[in-house]
C-alpha cells in the first residue's frame, strides 16, 4: 500500500471544458516527480484518477460534477443481443498485445482516427508528440492490444494499463473505413474478456458525462459502476 497522505496534489488554473461547451474546468493531479508507480496508481484508480501520458488526474470543478468516473465488473458483465453480435461478426480478427512503445504503423491508424472523429478536440491536429506524450507513460504497466484481419490488415489498437485491481481503456483508435464492424465496441468487449482471463475484477473505462453524446456507449454496458459521492455504486 502507498501513503497516500504523503503524495502532493496539485490543481490547474480554470481551463476550458474539453467535454461540455461554455464551461470552465479544474483538474488535480499527482505531483509527477513522485514516486508514481504502479501500486500509486491503482489505489488512485478507485478514487476515480486516470492516467494521462506520466500524469495522474481526476476532473476538480468547484461547481460541477458532471464528469463520474465508470468501470464494469468482469464477472457480473451481461452480454447484450447487439453485443453478441458484434463479438461474432469480428471473430475472424486476430488480437496479439504488443509492448507500448512507438510504432509508425499505429501512429498513421491513430492520425486517420483524430483526423476523421476528432477534429474538433483537444487531440486534433495529431503528432507523433502528442501522440506519445498522451498514451506513453515511463512508469505504467500498458500494453497495447492489435486487432488485425487475416490479411494483416491493423483495424484497430486498444491502449491498456494494467492495474492490481483492473484494466484501465486508455484509449482505442481504429479504422473508420469498417463501420459494420463496430470497432470501438468489439475492443472494449474484448478487453472485459481480458479481465476474466487475467483474473482482474473490473474494466476502468474513465469518465462518464450524461450530456455529452460521445459518452452515451459507456452506460451500454451493464452493470456498470459509478463512483459517486466516494462510493462505487452499481447501475444495473
Known sequence: MTDLA???FFVTP??????????????????????LNHNLYSELS?????????YLYRPHCRQCCACIPVRIPADRFQMSRRQKRILQRNDDLQVTRVPAEYREEHYNLYSRYIEKKHRDGDMFPPTPE???SFLLSDWGKTHFYEFRQPDGELLAVAVCDQME???????????????????????????????????????????W????????????????E???????????
Open 6 to 8: 504523503a503524495i502532493k
Open 14 to 35: 480554470l481551463h476550458q471544458c474539453s467535454y461540455l461547451p461554455r464551461k470552465d474546468a479544474i483538474t488535480l493531479f499527482a505531483d509527477p516527480k513522485a514516486n
Open 46 to 54: 478507485e478514487l476515480g484518477f486516470r492516467r494521462s501520458g506520466n
Open 130 to 132: 502528442q501522440y506519445e
Open 165 to 207: 485491481n483492473g484494466l484501465s481503456a486508455v484509449y482505442t483508435f481504429y479504422s473508420t473505413e469498417h463501420a459494420r464492424r463496430s470497432l470501438g465496441v468489439m475492443a472494449v468487449l474484448w478487453q472485459i474478456e481480458e479481465c476474466k482471463r487475467l483474473g482482474l475484477p473490473a474494466l476502468y473505462l474513465g469518465y
Open 209 to 224: 458525462i450524461k450530456e455529452c453524446q460521445k459518452m452515451k456507449y459507456k452506460t451500454e454496458y451493464r452493470p456498470l
Open 226 to 236: 459509478m463512483y459517486v459521492n466516494n462510493h462505487w455504486v452499481t447501475v444495473s
